[in-house]
C-alpha cells in the first residue's frame, strides 16, 4: 500500500457513457496527478494539480475532465471516449511538485473503452 | 524528447544473478528516480539520486549517475524471482518548474 487509493480497478464504458475515475490520497501531500500508461508507450502526464489549483494540462482532449475538490481527492471525468483512450490510468500525489521528491502512486484504474 | 530512455527494452537473467539497466536522457535535470512497476500495476519507488550525486544504494539497489554522460544505471543484485518488474527511470528537468517524466521502461525477467 502507498497511501494513494484509485478506484474503480477495472472499468468497461461504450463510447458514449459518462463515468469518473477517484483518487484519495491521505498522505499530506499538495500534488496530485494523473497520468496515462498505454502499451509500448512512455507514462504520459495528462494533469497536475498543485495546492487544488491545475497547474499542467498536456494537451489532453476535452472529453478528459480533471477535479480536485481538495488537496486529498482527485477524480478524472470521461465522456464519450475512444477506443484507443483504452489504457491503465495511474493517479500520484508528491509533497509538492516544486520539491525534488517521490511520488507515490496508487494501482492503476483499467479503462477498456468499447 | 525530455524523457529518459531505458536500455534494455527487456531483460532475462537466472535468480541469483545480476541484472543492470540503464537510462539515457538528453537535458539538464535536478534529479532522477527509478521506479518498479508490477504487471498491470502502479509504480513504487525505488531511489532517487540528485544531479550532485554520483551513487546511491539501497539494500540490493546501486544507482549511478553521470551527468557528463547524461546517463544513470540501475544495478541489482542477487536478483530474486520477486524482481520480476517493469523498471522506469523518471526525470526531473532543471529551468523552470519541475515536471517528472517517465521512459518506456526495461522488463526484467527473472527465472527461478
Known amino acids: 500500500e502507498t497511501g494513494v487509493t484509485q478506484t474503480p480497478r477495472h472499468l468497461v464504458m461504450g463510447m458514449t457513457n459518462k463515468k469518473s475515475l477517484k483518487c484519495e490520497q491521505h498522505?499530506?501531500?499538495?500534488?496530485m496527478y494523473w497520468y496515462k500508461q498505454s502499451a509500448k508507450k512512455p507514462l504520459e502526464l495528462m494533469f497536475v494539480?498543485?495546492?487544488?489549483?491545475?497547474?499542467e494540462n498536456n494537451s489532453v482532449p476535452s472529453r478528459f475532465s480533471p477535479e480536485c475538490p481538495n488537496s486529498s481527492h482527485l477524480f478524472l471525468h470521461l465522456h464519450t471516449l475512444q477506443p484507443e483512450d483504452s489504457a491503465l490510468y495511474l493517479c500520484?500525489?508528491?509533497?509538492?511538485?516544486?520539491?525534488?521528491?517521490?511520488?507515490?502512486f496508487g494501482q492503476g484504474t483499467r479503462l477498456t473503452v468499447v | 524528447s525530455q524523457q529518459g530512455e531505458e536500455d534494455p527494452q527487456a531483460l532475462s537473467i537466472q535468480e541469483g544473478e545480476n541484472a543492470t539497466m540503464n537510462c539515457s536522457y538528453k537535458t539538464s535535470i535536478n534529479n532522477l528516480q527509478w521506479y518498479r512497476q508490477n504487471s498491470g500495476r502502479g509504480l513504487v519507488h525505488l531511489i532517487l539520486?540528485?544531479?550532485?550525486?554520483r551513487e546511491k544504494h539501497s539494500g540490493r539497489l546501486r544507482v549511478t549517475l553521470d551527468t557528463s554522460k547524461k546517463s544513470s544505471s540501475l544495478l541489482i543484485t542477487a536478483s530474486r524471482a520477486a524482481d520480476t518488474a517493469s523498471y522506469f527511470c523518471?526525470?526531473?528537468?532543471?529551468?523552470?518548474?519541475?515536471?517528472?517524466?517517465f521512459g518506456t521502461g526495461t522488463k526484467l525477467q527473472v527465472i527461478p
Open positions: 494539480y498543485n495546492f487544488k489549483e491545475q497547474t
Open positions: 498522505l499530506g501531500h499538495n500534488a
Open positions: 539520486i540528485r544531479s550532485n550525486e
Open positions: 523518471a526525470i526531473t528537468f532543471s529551468g523552470g518548474y519541475q515536471k517528472v517524466t
Open positions: 500520484a500525489s508528491s509533497q509538492d511538485w516544486q520539491t525534488n521528491t517521490e511520488a507515490f
